[in-house]
């Protein structure tokens, strides 16, 4: 199982950037997906996650800016973040928790990362 993120960059206070992250290969079945954040020196925190069935959930420091959405025909999971500011800059990693097969036991798959810089 791979995840491919995508979507980081560089923007300034108050601008928006949308990541996406998509699962391939030998998935029987996907859970929660989610976006975790990792800042120079921090400890990755979870940013938000969304249930199979639409339930999310977010930390608290970016409730009202970001919305997590997903589209599990395509199994991918999308973060709109808006508002940003420059304290959301960090290496933001996608995060699944899926079966590769009807028997198997669910565990975490993780992306990447992708950089997400906010400039003041």
């Known amino acids: 199982v791979q995840l491919q993120a995508s979507g980081g960059g560089l923007v300034q206070a108050g601008g928006s950037l949308r990541l996406s992250c998509t699962a391939s290969g030998n998935i029987f079945s996907i859970n929660d997906m989610g976006w975790y954040r990792q800042a120079p020196g921090k400890q990755r925190e979870l940013v938000a996650v969304?249930?199979?069935?639409?339930?999310?959930d977010y930390t608290d420091s970016v409730k009202g800016r970001f919305t997590i959405s997903r589209d599990n025909a395509k199994n991918t999971v999308y973060l709109q973040m808006n508002s940003l500011k420059p304290e959301d800059t960090a290496v933001y990693y996608c995060?699944?928790?899926?079966?590769?097969?009807?028997?198997?036991?669910?565990?975490?798959?993780w992306g990447q990362g992708t950089q997400v810089t906010v400039s003041s």
């Open positions: 995060n699944i928790k899926g079966r590769r097969t009807m028997l198997a036991s669910s565990r975490d798959y």
């Open positions: 969304i249930g199979r069935g639409g339930l999310t």
